[in-house]
C-alpha cells in the first residue's frame, strides 16, 4: 500500500499551508484580540455562586493567579449596584481577607450585619483583601475595582505591607496595570521595578506570548468546580517563648529607610479616585515580656518607628487614618500575629464603623 503523499513536493506544500493557516490564525488572534473578551469570563455568577473574597485564603493559591478583570469578574462586587447601596472596599492581607474564619466573620461581614447606612443607602462591604501584605498590590487592586463604583474605600494596612523586597505574584498577571500605574505615578517598590515596565506592543498579543495567560485563565475555570480547601486554624500557645532578637530589625533594607518606596501607594490611590478613603493600621499581637519583639514577626523598636511614620505621613499628605495597633488582647489571635478570632474581627469592625459614621454620617 502507497502512502497517500510520497513524494517531499506534496510534503512541502502540506508544510508551507499549514504553517499559512497558522499565520492567518495568529494575524486574526493579534486584530481581534480574544482575550480581551474572554479574561473577565468565569463560571461564577453563571454556572456557581460568585465569590465573596477575592482570594480563597489556601497556601497554594496558584490556581487564583490570573488577571483582575477575571478575579473581580467572578466576586459578588461584579453584580449590579443597587440604587439604595452604598458600596465599600476592604483591602489589605490574610487577615483582613479572613485567614480561618468563616465568610459570616470576616471584617466585612460584620461591617454589613451592624446594618448602617451612609446618605440614605444601605452599607455593603466587599472582601477585595489579598493574601499576604503589599500595599502596591492592594493599589492595583483597588485601580481595578473603581469600575465598580466604590463609595468608601477601607485600606487596612500593616509594617509588613511596606516590604520592598519580594514581589507578589499576583502583579506578574496584571503586568499592563501595573506598568500604566508605575508610569502615572512614577512608582519604583520591588513590584514596579520587577512588573511595572511592560510593553504594549503588537506581538505581545500573539498566540505564543499570550499562551500562559490563556492557560492561566482555563486553570481557573478548572480551580471553581472545587472547593476551596479552608486550613485548620489552630490557636497559638500564649506561653511559647518569642526570639530574644528583633525578629526584623531596625536596618531591615526591605523596609528602611522609611518611608521607602512602597509607601508611595498610600498618596497614589487617592488620586484615582474621588471617593474617601480610611487607612487602618491593623492590630498585631503583643506578647509582654520581650524587650525586642512584640510579637514573632514584629521587633519593638522598627515597629514603633513604623508607626511613627505612618502616623505622620498621614498627617503631612492629609490622609484619613486610623491606628488600631493594640486594639485587640492575645486571645484573640490565632495562628498568626495579624490573623484573628471571629470576635476580634468583629472588635475591629466595631471600631471602623464607628470611625466611619463619625467622619461621614454627618
Known amino acids: 500500500m502507497k502512502a497517500p503523499f510520497y513524494d517531499w513536493r506534496t510534503w512541502r506544500r502540506v508544510l508551507l499551508k499549514a504553517v499559512l493557516c497558522l499565520l492567518i490564525c495568529d494575524a486574526l488572534f493579534i486584530v481581534l484580540r480574544p482575550l480581551d473578551r474572554l479574561m473577565p469570563l468565569s463560571l461564577f455568577?453563571?454556572?456557581?455562586?460568585?465569590?465573596?473574597?477575592?482570594?480563597?485564603?489556601?497556601?497554594?493559591?496558584?490556581?487564583?493567579?490570573?488577571?483582575?478583570?477575571?478575579?473581580?469578574?467572578?466576586?459578588?462586587?461584579?453584580?449590579?449596584?443597587?440604587?439604595?447601596?452604598?458600596?465599600?472596599?476592604?483591602?489589605?492581607?490574610?487577615?483582613?481577607?479572613?485567614?480561618?474564619?468563616?465568610?459570616?466573620?470576616?471584617?466585612n461581614a460584620y461591617l454589613e450585619a451592624a446594618g448602617k447606612t451612609l446618605g440614605g443607602k444601605t452599607i455593603r462591604a466587599y472582601n477585595l483583601a489579598a493574601l499576604g501584605p503589599s500595599?502596591?498590590?492592594?493599589?492595583?487592586?483597588?485601580?481595578?475595582?473603581?469600575?465598580?463604583?466604590?463609595?468608601?474605600?477601607?485600606?487596612f494596612v500593616t509594617l509588613q505591607s511596606f516590604h520592598d523586597a519580594t514581589p507578589d505574584r499576583l502583579l506578574e498577571?496584571?503586568?499592563?496595570?501595573?506598568?500604566?500605574?508605575?508610569?502615572?505615578?512614577?512608582?519604583?517598590?520591588?513590584?514596579?521595578?520587577?512588573?511595572?515596565?511592560?510593553?504594549?506592543?503588537?506581538?505581545?498579543?500573539?498566540i505564543l506570548m499570550q499562551r500562559t495567560t490563556l492557560y492561566r485563565w482555563l486553570s481557573f475555570q478548572a480551580y471553581s468546580l472545587r472547593q476551596g480547601q479552608f486550613l485548620g486554624i489552630y490557636p497559638l500557645a500564649q506561653t511559647d517563648p518569642i526570639p530574644a532578637s528583633p525578629v526584623i530589625a531596625i536596618d531591615d533594607p526591605a523596609y528602611t529607610p522609611m518611608p521607602n518606596a512602597a509607601w508611595a501607594a498610600l498618596t497614589a490611590l487617592p488620586q484615582l479616585t474621588h471617593s474617601p478613603i480610611l487607612i487602618?493600621?491593623?492590630?498585631?499581637?503583643?506578647?509582654?515580656?520581650?524587650?525586642?519583639?512584640?510579637?514573632?514577626?514584629?521587633?519593638?523598636?522598627?515597629?514603633?518607628?513604623?508607626?511613627?511614620?505612618?502616623?505622620?505621613?498621614?498627617t503631612d499628605q492629609r490622609l484619613w487614618?486610623?491606628?488600631?495597633?493594640?486594639?485587640?488582647?492575645?486571645?484573640?489571635?490565632?495562628d498568626s500575629p495579624l490573623h484573628r478570632t471571629a470576635q476580634g474581627n468583629a472588635a475591629i469592625a466595631t471600631r471602623v464603623m464607628n470611625e466611619i459614621g463619625g467622619v461621614l454620617d454627618k
Not at 321 to 326: A, N, V
Request: proline share 5%; with cysteine; aromatic share 10%.
Open 173 to 206: 498577571f496584571n503586568q499592563p496595570r501595573l506598568t500604566r500605574l508605575t508610569q502615572q505615578f512614577k512608582l519604583n517598590d520591588v513590584n514596579a521595578r520587577t512588573y511595572g515596565h511592560y510593553e504594549a506592543v503588537w506581538w505581545q498579543r500573539s
Open 280 to 314: 487602618v493600621n491593623e492590630p498585631i499581637m503583643i506578647v509582654k515580656g520581650s524587650p525586642a519583639n512584640y510579637n514573632e514577626f514584629n521587633g519593638r523598636e522598627i515597629y514603633d518607628l513604623y508607626r511613627s511614620t505612618f502616623n505622620r505621613t498621614c
Open 321 to 334: 487614618c486610623m491606628d488600631l495597633w493594640d486594639l485587640l488582647p492575645m486571645s484573640e489571635y490565632t
Open 45 to 107: 455568577g453563571s454556572l456557581l455562586p460568585y465569590r465573596t473574597r477575592i482570594a480563597i485564603p489556601e497556601r497554594d493559591v496558584t490556581g487564583q493567579l490570573v488577571p483582575l478583570e477575571t478575579l473581580l469578574n467572578a466576586h459578588i462586587i461584579s453584580r449590579p449596584k443597587a440604587a439604595n447601596e452604598y458600596r465599600v472596599i476592604i483591602l489589605g492581607d490574610s487577615g483582613i481577607n479572613g485567614w480561618g474564619n468563616r465568610d459570616s466573620e470576616t471584617i
Open 135 to 155: 500595599v502596591s498590590r492592594d493599589l492595583v487592586i483597588a485601580d481595578a475595582a473603581l469600575a465598580y463604583q466604590p463609595d468608601l474605600i477601607v485600606w
